[in-house]
T-cell receptor
Framework: QKEVEQNSGPLSVPEGAIASLNCTYS??????FFWYRQYSGKSPELIMS????GDKEDGRFTAQLNKASQYVSLLIRDSQPSDSATYLC????????????FGRGTSLIVHP | EAQVTQNPRYLITVTGKKLTVTCSQN?????MSWYRQDPGLGLRQIYYSMNVEVTDKGDVPEGYKVSRKEKRNFPLILESPSPNQTSLYFC??????????????FGPGTRLTVT
């Protein structure tokens, strides 16, 4: 069973702070990693994808990947109340279906 | 507009009454999948399809059927719904092949209640 683990939270940060979301995965051969944002009752929306070790930045978002330690993280700089949502980590494992496995998500609350 | 559509968006039904939730994508994606989402359990994969006439079970396939007769459509069928299938359902599609990232695009969701 290929697993993706996330702390369920909630993670509470003040407006303007950096929010750090973490994800670990079990399949060492995993190749592709995704972060989705999901507002309550809505569908997941892709924020970022990352495929190689290191950092990838897109606006206020930075994804970090460390394949040796099998973790991927998402940093949100200058957090805004509109960033309050559940963040889902998804991992595409080696072989198999080419359909990513999702973690259970971390709830983020950004308070003014 | 590139999108994944699902119908119906909301459905209340009774135990045992067969139902179909439709899913359609206009992005010419090869891969399509169905998920259910329940509080505390996250997104769990029901079935997926890698191409027309190619489907396979995900993590929680019991009580569900799918078909993929056309590339754009991937309906989810509940032959005899039961209350434990009350959930929020999402259809998703993604590109495949070398050089593509398998990023998934989700439909708006179908909230199903089985009484």
């Amino acid at each position: 069973q290929k697993e993706v683990e996330q702390n369920s939270g909630p993670l509470s940060v003040p407006e303007g702070a950096i929010a750090s979301l973490n994800c670990t995965y079990s399949d060492r051969g995993s190749q592709s990693f995704f972060w989705y944002r999901q507002y309550s009752g809505k569908s997941p929306e892709l924020i970022m994808s990352i495929y190689s070790n290191g950092d990838k930045e897109d606006g206020r978002f930075t994804a970090q990947l460390n394949k040796a330690s099998q973790y991927v993280s998402l940093l949100i700089r200058d957090s805004q109340p509109s960033d309050s949502a559940t963040y889902l980590c998804a991992v595409l494992a080696s072989g198999g279906s080419y359909i990513p496995t999702f973690g259970r998500g971390t709830s983020l609350i950004v308070h003014p | 507009e590139a999108q994944v559509t699902q119908n119906p968006r909301y459905l209340i039904t009774v135990t045992g009454k067969k139902l179909t939730v439709t899913c359609s994508q206009n992005m010419n994606h090869e891969y399509m999948s169905w998920y259910r989402q329940d509080p505390g359990l996250g997104l769990r994969q029901i079935y997926y399809s890698m191409n027309v006439e190619v489907t396979d079970k995900g993590d929680v396939p019991e009580g569900y059927k799918v078909s993929r007769k056309e590339k754009r459509n991937f309906p989810l069928i509940l032959e005899s719904p039961s209350p434990n299938q009350t959930s929020l359902y999402f259809c998703a599609s993604s590109l495949s092949g070398q050089g593509f990232s398998y990023e998934q695009y989700f439909g708006p969701g179908t909230r199903l209640t089985v009484t």
